[in-house]
């Protein structure tokens, strides 16, 4: 899976005035994992990323911590690439989603209409290749993705499915296309054979640092989950992000999991992320000043 856009930003945000950013954390550093079998398959394994999902990351757009990924375009946070839709699953969920929007969800709706007044798909996706393969994605128009709002739009800036979805009372997930969603988590499967010849589906579930972006991902200007500066949230990873998970590997699964998370927790986690614990040290550097 190729990264395309998150834009899980709230709607009513407006763009901020931009704190210069602290130095992200190297892509190489020690994790803690746990492997578990799914209480709901015993032919499905799951090794998670203990480091990650008891980070505390968070996403920061629209704020003055997210300096966008392409230079000189902070406020389009992680969205100016536009996203490649997975498969045909994905495309009919975005064109159920784009039934849903309004003028005021949707700053640049108008792009995606016909002289008849008609959104057309044609003028909201756009065809081109991922892994030399056809592939679609979200159009890009002005140097983003279609979907995001830009500055100066009444209903705020920040993507307009997401923003629906809040207005709707919908879970965001269930409207944007599947990278979208998932960013930063990564999660990859795999058949193995175990020794007994039996084979399994075993899901990791990690972070998606730049790797995760392709070979294009050292030149992003700038990436939340290894900036200090986005491990400021009030939770961890693993509850924050928990409709997401649960969408990923199913709620028995996510039970497990969550139990697994509570424990470490509880017993101190040896690994940190480094971005996490240099988010702490500055905090704890603040109030004592």
């Excluded at 704190?19 to 892509?27: N, Q």
Aim: one cysteine or more.
């Amino acid at each position: 899976m190729t990264a395309g856009a998150s834009a899980s930003a709230p709607t009513g945000l407006r763009p901020a005035t931009k704190i210069d950013p602290s130095p992200e954390v190297g892509l190489d550093f020690p994790r803690e994992w746990i492997e578990f079998n799914d209480p709901a398959n015993d032919e499905h394994t799951i090794a998670a990323d203990l480091t990650w999902l008891l980070s505390r990351w968070t996403c920061v757009f629209g704020t003055p911590a997210c300096q966008g990924i392409i230079e000189g375009r902070p406020d389009d946070g992680c969205c100016s690439h536009g996203a490649f839709l997975c498969d045909d699953d994905d495309r009919k969920k975005l064109a159920k989603a784009v039934k849903k929007l309004t003028p005021q969800d949707w700053q640049l709706m108008g792009e995606a209409t016909d002289a008849e007044g008609k959104v057309r798909k044609k003028l909201y996706l756009e065809e081109d290749e991922l892994d030399d393969e056809p592939a679609l994605r979200t159009r890009r128009y002005e140097g983003a993705c279609i979907f995001l709002n830009r500055p100066g739009f009444e209903g705020g800036i920040g993507c307009a499915l997401h923003s629906m979805a809040l207005r709707t009372g919908l879970e965001p997930l269930t409207v944007k296309p599947e990278v979208c969603w998932q960013l930063p988590i990564r999660r990859t499967q795999d058949w193995v054979d175990r020794p007994d010849g039996v084979q399994i589906l075993r899901t990791t579930l990690t972070e998606y640092d730049r790797r995760g972006w392709g070979p294009g991902g050292e030149d992003l200007n700038w990436y939340c989950s290894g900036s200090p500066d986005a491990h400021v949230g009030s939770r961890p990873v693993w509850q924050s992000y928990a409709p997401e998970l649960i969408e990923l590997i199913g709620k028995p699964a996510y039970d497990e999991l969550a139990r697994h998370c509570k424990r470490r927790e509880g017993l101190g986690l040896i690994a940190v992320h480094p971005a996490t614990r240099a988010a702490q040290e500055h905090e704890a550097n603040e109030r004592s000043a």
